[in-house]
Nanobody
């Protein structure tokens, strides 16, 4: 069974920082693109940042210059460093990964989600 386990969420004041982590586990897996999504109350889930195996990154405009996504392939882990946090960043953050593995006799690439971690930015 493939799992993504998130950690690092919490409550922080505006201007503060948090670092989210997401570790993938499973047998005989190959992790491809990883990313972070977020969903604020009453809003649709949006892609915040993504990173390829080669280290190419993308960010939603609202977090550029403040958030940094990175990965440690040896640890099957993706990180999201969040600096200069704003109240608008308050949301549940979800880790996502495209993972190649066998599902029975079939090998394919599948999309997986973490359970979500709450980030609250408030004074």
């Amino acid at each position: 069974q493939v799992q993504l386990v998130e950690s690092g969420g919490g409550l922080v004041q505006p201007g503060g920082s948090l670092r989210l982590s997401c570790a993938a586990s499973g047998s005989d897996i190959s992790i491809n693109t990883m990313g972070w999504y977020r969903q604020a109350p009453g809003k649709e889930r949006e892609l915040v940042a993504s990173i390829t195996t080669d280290g190419n990154t993308n960010y939603v405009d609202s977090v550029k210059g403040r958030f940094t996504i990175s990965r440690d392939n040896a640890k099957n882990t993706v990180y999201l460093q969040m600096d200069s946090l704003k109240s608008e960043d308050t949301a549940v953050y979800y880790c996502n990964a495209v993972i190649g593995h066998y599902s029975g006799p079939r090998y394919g690439r599948f999309n997986y989600w973490g359970q979500g971690t709450q980030v609250t930015v408030s004074s």
